[in-house]
């Protein structure tokens, strides 16, 4: 408004000088449009792992498909698929094709998913899911039948939730859960608490439960150390648990006004499982 009104004062002096500026300014800008428009080139990517070549994690996975007898079902959150950092598509580089198979969805139906329903119909089959209810693997493995299959939901703990309790299908097999006090090392995303397991990690444990082979697990979790070195070298920072900033007084993010997701974070303050 001021440019305006000083403008106006005087229009006939500022018209000669303000034309003569635009006409330099076209003249100069000519050879600019003759110049080469440098092209934008995409890294190299590896065609396994979908990775820039230079930091490929094929030389961390297994040279051979992993021989298991369990087969694995992966219930994953659409939301996952999104994620550049997600670890599913790790462990599915690591198990043949058929002893790892991926879902996506929120809603699994029988009519839809028939496949699906038979398998959690199987008096073989458990879903690792923490709860009350559930019984711990070890021991459940110790009596359950071989081969096999696991249902693991993937997702965000209240995605998980909303998985398991809206679809009745995945409260027909076995309920059952690790009991572990290993902390996560998929140190670069925010983990709820300090012995939250990625999926990843969670299916590298059962799996080792069920197979009777700890060397399963290392073989698993390989490729994850090294997606997190990688990030690590490259600016990523080490994320700490929710539980830790909180109890820490690091937690530097306003304070849920919801009472349900503050009652949550006094939970995890006083140890109070959740």
């Known amino acids: 408004m001021e440019t305006?009104?000083?403008?106006?004062?005087?229009?006939?002096?500022a018209e000669g000088p303000v034309e003569a500026a635009a006409g330099q300014e076209d003249g100069g800008c000519e050879g600019l449009w003759e110049l080469?428009?440098?092209?934008?080139?995409?890294?190299?990517?590896?065609?396994?792992?979908?990775r820039p070549r230079k930091v490929c994690l094929c030389p961390f996975f297994p040279v051979h498909p992993l021989k298991v007898s369990t087969c694995l079902?992966?219930?994953?959150?659409?939301?996952?698929?999104?994620?550049?950092?997600r670890t599913v598509p790790l462990l599915a580089a690591c198990l043949p094709g058929d002893k790892c198979k991926v879902l996506i969805g929120r809603r699994f139906g029988e009519d839809r998913y028939p496949e699906l329903a038979a398998v959690c119909r199987n008096s073989s089959?458990?879903?690792?899911?923490?709860?009350?209810?559930?019984?711990?693997?070890?021991?459940?493995?110790?009596?359950?039948?071989?081969?096999s299959t696991i249902i693991i939901i993937d997702g965000t703990w209240s995605q998980a939730?909303?998985?398991?309790?809206?679809?009745?299908?995945?409260?027909?097999?076995?309920?059952?859960?690790?009991k572990t006090s290993i902390s996560s090392q998929y140190v670069i995303r925010?983990?709820?608490?300090?012995?939250?397991?990625?999926?990843?990690?969670?299916?590298?444990?059962?799996?080792?439960?069920?197979?009777?082979?700890?060397?399963?697990?290392?073989?698993?979790?390989?490729?994850?150390q090294?997606?997190?070195?990688?990030?690590?070298?490259h600016g990523a920072q080490i994320h700490h648990s929710k539980e830790h900033l909180l109890k820490n007084g690091l937690?530097?993010?306003?304070?849920?006004k919801n009472k349900r997701k503050l009652r949550r974070m006094e939970l995890l303050v006083n140890n109070v499982k959740i």
């Not at 879903?127 to 081969?147: K, R």
């Not at 939730?161 to 690790?178: A, C, E, G, M």
């Not at 937690?251 to 849920?256: E, G």
Request: net charge negative.
């Open 4 to 13: 305006a009104a000083t403008g106006s004062e005087e229009p006939g002096a």
């Open 251 to 256: 937690y530097d993010k306003p304070m849920p």
């Open 190 to 224: 925010t983990q709820p608490t300090n012995t939250c397991l990625s999926t990843l990690e969670c299916a590298a444990i059962a799996l080792a439960i069920m197979e009777k082979n700890d060397g399963i697990r290392e073989t698993i979790l390989r490729p994850l």
């Open 73 to 85: 079902y992966i219930i994953q959150h659409p939301a996952e698929e999104s994620r550049v950092l």
């Open 125 to 147: 089959t458990l879903i690792l899911y923490p709860g009350a209810e559930a019984a711990n693997l070890e021991e459940v493995a110790l009596i359950f039948p071989s081969p």
């Open 36 to 50: 080469p428009v440098e092209r934008c080139v995409r890294r190299a990517e590896c065609g396994r792992c979908s």
């Open 226 to 233: 090294a997606l997190c070195s990688f990030q690590l070298q």
């Open 161 to 178: 939730k909303d998985i398991f309790y809206k679809n009745s299908l995945f409260r027909l097999p076995k309920q059952v859960q690790l």
